[in-house]
């Protein structure tokens, strides 16, 4: 029996279908019909965000800590184009979001009507599809095929542009298992002979490495499971892409560290040195490789990705598998145990042996101070009192995400939330929000820069509006500190527009939003302070001033390879060369 | 203090020599894009080729299943082979891409453009214009007393040479429609 209702209606009934519980928008011209329904039902609950980028980044920070796809409602012309940096976001970090935008009625389309944007047009190469409706009996059957498509396959944004009198028409509403959802059907499994090579050169494998990514998260927490068996049995040691953090517990026996420009020594150099890699949904970002005509000389690339344009686009492979993470995972852990078991395990242990070696740099060694607070002891002393709790962290973009990154323990996929392909500053106070919508006990923490922070503070009257004790941890060194530290290392010291003057006291501004503010400066008292912080039932903006020009070690400089890192105590002038200077 | 005391040659030039194992020389491929022909899905396909820096060096699109709603897009593009792969990718993960064929390397197919070629000139020089048109089996669609429109079908090369060979006897205007192609056989 097909039902007749509103287009309106009709968006609310395929939400509810779809098992979205959480919208997060900001109402307007376009989309009141749609507003008028979500008043009329309990439903979905909606959250009122100050600012559209911050209902793009509430719906990631929901979506990456669940697994489910995050909804956001705003309005034409200015809502769309202020959610574009988070549908691009987004893109980057194959989040799944499914965005609705008013439009103008289709009659009024081209017509430069007021608050009109071509927003499929404009958002056409920052999300994974989208659709205007201009037909409202395709409006329902739209809306499921864009859950189906932001879900499967490498997660990903999609749009849904919706004309105001496709709101008020009238017609027939399909639900999801009448809906036809077109062909977009991305293989799952892998190609067995592929797999079988997989198997093959890893039971060879005498310097091993496993290297995950986000695509393990993205794949459910099934994925994670099987990574850790993988890397338990074979006893291989595993490192992670920022992405990746969680998937692979930090207090686990394999676990290396992070790769990558500020990754660790030893994941470093195990990557570099390494004669097999398995590269399980990552993507050879350019943050990972360094210099590409130096990466990993010696070894066989095995590449487990679900989208094919991953495969070969960086760094040429030996063995591409194009599959679903968690389903090639199962498969090669099958055919690994059928085989045997068998790893080079004398060889591996060697191997161990030199890893050690490289770990006993002890890499993220920095030197602490009692006179100023050293942003890595922060994070140190943040760690250790929230270390047993259930804990989700989001970040802002620049040293202090690669801080945390550092000296924050992942134990569980899905706790851990930042901004890593598009690097968006102000991505996190939004994301933490969306994050403890979905979590209401768990505890959340920004970690956060004062520039960054700035960048979409008005979101803390949404934390103090639904009462979310969202703690934003800020590192204030009063600089841009990611900028600065590479007009040090690469600009010769010129500190253009990189240092945060006027910056507000953020102990009145919490209080003005009617949250608590903490001012920290003393490294006596930081234990103290964090307690108060947590203790505190309610949003807390903890203002922790550091040492102004510390850097963010490990570091390899752009257009540098993997064995060319610096070090903490490393000279730091003239480390990028004239070549590397044009990278980012 | 150097905490890693490098090696020297390690870090400028090249430790590791590693050519490019798809190598770099630059190749021109024909592909067949079967789309859904639902609106904007042109405006993915060459946004997506000026988004990442592909070229584009022909394109011609037409609805060929009215039923199914189908299009089918024949792209002429160049790059090296890791580009070609990855332009092949990239499409094909679009959402209304059905299929991606590569013609170049899937076997033999037929290439065909169709041109229309605006001639004027007396005399002598019309004759040889006729003449040349006659070679090329190119037909007279328009004619004036001072003018002629020529249709020509073939491959892009002979219709590059009939134009060349038109341009000193008073070429005034080319209309092209780009390349369709079709592997031969069933």
Known sequence: MTRRMTGAQMVVQALRDQGVDTVFGYPGGAVLPIYDEIFQQNDIRHILVRHEQGAAHAAEGYARSTGKPGVVLVTSGPGATNAVTGMTDALMDSIPLVILTGQVPTFLIGNDAFQEADTVGITRPCTKHNWLVKDPAQLSEVIHQAFHVATNGRPGPVLVDIPKDVQFATAAYSPPDKARIGHYQPRRKGDPAAILAAVEALERAERPVLYSGGGVINSGTEASRLLRELADSTGFPITSTLMGLGAYPASGKGWIGMLGMHGTYQANWTMHDCDFMLCIGARFDDRITGRLDAFSPGSIKVHVDIDPSSINKNIHVDIPIVGDVGTVLAEMLDLWKARGRVTASEAVAKWWQQIERWRGRNCLAYRNSDKVIKPQFALERLEAATRDRDRYITTEVGQHQMWAAQYLGFEEPNRWMTSGGLGTMGYGLPASIGVQIAHPEALVINVAGEASWLMNMQEMSTAVQYRLPVKQFILNNERLGMVRQWQQLLHGERYSSSWSEALPDFVKLAEAFGAKGILCSDPADLDEAIAEMLAYDGPVIFDCMVEKHENCFPMIPSGKAHNEMLLGEDATTDAIESGGAVLV | ?186
Request: aromatic share 4%; proline share 3%.
């Open chain 2, 1 to 186: 203090m150097n905490a890693l005391s490098l090696k020297k040659g390690a870090s400028s030039h090249s430790a590791y020599d590693l050519k490019n194992p798809l190598g770099d020389r630059q190749e021109t491929h024909t592909l067949a894009v079967l789309v859904d022909n639902e609106a904007g899905v042109l405006a993915r396909v060459i946004g997506l080729f000026s988004g990442r820096g592909y070229n584009i060096e022909s394109l011609t699109v037409a609805e060929t299943d009215h039923e199914g709603h189908r299009s089918r897009i024949t792209i002429v593009t160049t790059g090296t082979p890791a580009v070609i792969e990855q332009i092949k990718a990239q499409l094909g993960r679009l959402v209304p891409v059905h299929d991606v064929h590569d013609l170049t390397v899937e076997g033999p197919a037929v290439q065909r453009e169709l041109a229309l070629v605006k001639v004027a000139g007396t005399g002598e020089k019309r004759v040889e214009a006729m003449r040349l048109a006659d070679v090329f089996r190119a037909r007279v669609v328009d004619t004036t007393l001072e003018s002629f429109v020529f249709e020509i079908t073939g491959t892009p090369e002979k219709v590059d040479a009939l134009i060349g060979l038109m341009r000193p006897l008073g070429l005034v205007d080319v209309a092209r429609t780009g390349v369709a192609a079709i592997a031969r056989g069933a």
